[in-house]
Nanobody
């Protein structure tokens, strides 16, 4: 079983920056997608940024140019650098690693518990 733990959330003023980290319990050698999602009260969970198996990145239009997703060489840490934060970025942020090999030649997804980001004056 893989465990993901997010950290780095907190309160920041508009225009500020924050860096989120997601640590895995073990090295992930194979996956389809690593990503960051967020969910605000009364809203559905949405994809913020994704990193594919091939190394390409994708971002939600609302964060493009402001957020950057990255991972370390061991593939056991996923980060999200958030710059020029806006009040509408306020949400619980979750990391996810999807398409990870599991028993019986299956693939499964893993999710962290989330970390709160609040952007306010």
């Amino acid at each position: 079983q893989v465990q993901l733990v997010e950290s780095g959330g907190g309160l920041v003023q508009p225009g500020g920056s924050l860096r989120l980290s997601c640590a895995a319990s073990g090295t992930i050698f194979s996956f389809n997608v690593m990503g960051w999602y967020r969910q605000a009260p009364g809203k559905e969970r949405e994809l913020v940024a994704a990193l594919t198996r091939g190394g390409s990145t994708n971002y939600a239009d609302s964060v493009k140019g402001r957020f950057t997703i990255s991972r370390d060489n061991a593939k056991n840490t996923l980060s999200l650098q958030m710059n020029s934060l806006k009040p509408e970025d306020t949400a619980a942020y979750y990391c996810s690693i999807q398409g990870v090999p599991a028993a019986w030649n299956r693939l499964r997804d893993y999710w962290g518990q989330g970390t709160q980001v609040t952007v306010s004056s």
